[in-house]
């Protein structure tokens, strides 16, 4: 169990949660294990084996305490919402945002100004590591001069089409950069661009593969915050696309997602033999390949890392989320900028 601003994370599998006199219990195994004013949160995140007693959630409900139920892995699945509840007022708040191109350029500037950063981060760490030469040293010279040149030009950017015109711009550079980064199993793993709808290699197999479980779970965490996914700033609307949700893992893509994939390639992880390709030239992950990204993926998640604005030390798996809560503070107006996450 955690405490992150007003909100309390419990991952402890096999908790109870009940309520004795304005405070918020935690069993395990019987066993009291911890208890918190209850009064202090504005929600309540359960991971996994994570029970509430009715006590519980109907004082969540009356109070307007967000009280979410998620996977153990992330997925979203349920939240206790009473007849009045404050997530009405922060959706309408988010859809005027959304509709208003001034405020929608200022948050997607602040998400795409973390993206930037944390690509910087991943290309300077890897030349640090593993110095370049000749044309794949070009490639990350011209990647860095561009996401650098590009930040000033984010902040004085107009209105989202200019913005997504720049992280298009950005992506292209970090992309031609991007196979250098593959240090072994070069004659099978081989990335030249980025293909989706369908992958055509296996490079972007992976890719394509990690980014819908980081948009899944990016979804959850904005669901677990009270905010619609699909109703993005950056990403506009589109019927069954959760635009909120690809915006939010604009911050996550390089850092996390790409250098997972990146490290399974050049740890020997996966193998040629785990990728199959059809008639149509579309090349897929085995289930068994699937089964290590995940596995691998999960583990990752539970890696430390320090919160760059928050300053607390917190699971990588629980860093969407509260970006998600940082967003919605935003979105109330409780905060001038969205604070994006930014690797250091």
């Known amino acids: 169990m955690r405490r992150m601003l ?12 009940s309520l004795r006199n304005g405070n918020i219990v935690v069993n395990v195994d019987g066993e009291e294990k911890a208890s918190f004013p209850a009064i202090n949160f504005g929600s309540i995140l359960c991971f996994g084996r994570v029970n509430a007693t009715p006590p519980l959630m109907g004082f969540c409900a009356d109070n307007g305490v ?11 699945l349920a939240r206790v919402q009473g007849p009045v509840h404050g997530n009405v007022l922060l959706r309408r708040a988010q859809y005027r945002l959304a509709d208003d191109e001034k405020a929608s350029a200022e948050i997607a500037r602040d998400v795409l100004i973390g993206k930037l950063a944390n690509t910087r981060t991943v290309l300077r760490r890897f030349l640090r590591d593993h110095p370049q030469e000749g044309e794949a040293a070009e490639k990350f010279r011209s990647a860095l001069s561009v996401t650098e040149a590009l930040a000033p030009q984010l902040k004085a950017a107009k209105d989202t089409e200019e913005l ?9 550079a970090y992309f031609d950069a991007f196979d250098g980064m593959i240090l072994h199993q070069k004659e099978h793993f081989k990335f030249t661009e980025r293909t989706r709808r369908p992958p055509r290699d296996a490079v972007n197999a992976m890719l394509s593969y990690i980014y819908s479980i980081l948009a899944s779970e990016a979804a959850s965490a904005l669901e677990g915050a009270g905010l619609d996914p699909a109703v993005g700033f950056l990403h506009k609307d589109r019927p069954g696309r959760p635009s909120l949700a690809l915006d939010l893992m604009e911050e996550f893509r390089t850092w996390l997602a790409d250098r997972l994939v990146l490290s399974m390639i050049n740890m020997k992880q996966v193998k040629p033999e785990d990728f199959r390709t059809s008639e149509s ?63 250091k």
């Open 281 to 343: 030239g579309a090349v897929e992950m085995d289930g068994g390949a699937k089964k290590k990204l995940i596995a691998e993926w999960q583990s990752r998640k539970q890696d430390e890392i320090t919160h760059p604005y928050t300053g607390e030390k917190m699971p990588i798996g629980m860093v969407p989320h509260m970006q998600a809560m940082l967003l919605a503070r935003r979105i109330r107006g409780d905060m001038r900028e969205y604070p994006p996450f930014v690797w």
């Open 6 to 17: 007003n909100s309390l994370f419990i991952t402890t599998q096999g908790a109870w949660l």
């Open 164 to 172: 997504r015109g720049y992280e298009g711009t950005a992506a292209r």
């Open 66 to 76: 967000s009280l979410s139920f998620f996977k153990e892995n992330g997925r979203f």
